[in-house]
């Protein structure tokens, strides 16, 4: 069964630190995706990542974050400067097809912590 | 905005039984409509889906009725089994023909089925 991994499982940062969220995505995927979950809240979309672009972003994803395929195997989510409100699970998924949502695994996150 | 609500953060059912979780959508944009499962410390997994032409679809345990006219679509579970005690999320997709092929998800329900 193939899986997507997510490092580090908990993460805990002083406000205004950046941090990187790193995901290894199924090896023969092409389609990568970040979600979030505050605590108690819906899974929310934020950004979509095709051949070394944002393909889309929901209005969360601002010029705070930003999204980058370092390699051939990672898929990483950076905060620059991070906020209270930063606080959520982070999710990162990855398909083969864009947007096949039926074959669209999701590893199994990282909580950030923001104090 | 809450484009799609799952009004019922919780549910209990008796192994055995049917489970039924609602959810309702407010965007008449959306034509494509999932259910996701959750464990605890994992992604959610993808369960079962319904298109806007149909309204139903059957996989076994579990079947999914689409209400267009009240923007309305549950999940039964037939029989309930203690392994399905897991977060259920509704997600919908406004992605024929249109940009926005972002997946908008509900809160969650937490399904307990006791033995």
């Known amino acids: 069964e193939p899986e997507v991994t997510q490092t580090p499982s908990h993460q805990v940062t002083q406000m205004g630190q950046e941090v990187i969220l790193r995901c290894v995505p199924i090896s023969n995927h092409l389609y990568f995706y970040w979600y979030r979950q505050i605590l108690g809240q819906k899974v929310e979309f934020l950004v979509s990542f095709y051949n070394n672009e944002i393909s889309e972003k929901s209005e969360i994803f601002d010029d705070q974050f930003s999204v980058e395929r370092p390699d051939g195997s990672n898929f990483t989510l950076k905060i620059r400067s991070t906020k209270l409100e930063d606080s959520a699970m982070y999710f990162c998924?990855?398909?083969?097809?864009?947007?096949?949502?039926?074959?669209?695994?999701f590893g199994p996150g990282t909580r950030l912590t923001v104090l | 905005d809450q484009q799609v609500k799952q009004n019922s953060p919780s549910l209990s059912v008796q192994e055995g039984r049917i489970s039924i979780l609602n959810c309702d959508y407010t965007n008449s944009m959306f034509d494509y409509f999932l259910w996701y499962k959750k464990y605890p410390a994992e992604g959610p997994t993808f369960l079962i889906s319904i298109s806007s032409i149909k309204d139903k679809n059957e996989d076994g345990r579990f079947t999914v009725f689409l209400n267009k006219s009240a923007k309305h679509l549950s999940l039964h579970i037939v029989p309930s089994q203690p392994g399905d005690s897991a977060v259920y999320f509704c997600a919908a997709s406004a992605g024929s023909g249109g940009s926005n092929y972002k997946l908008t998800f509900g809160k969650g329900t937490l399904l307990t089925v006791n033995p």
């Open positions: 998924a990855s398909s083969f097809s864009p947007f096949d949502w039926e074959t669209q695994y």
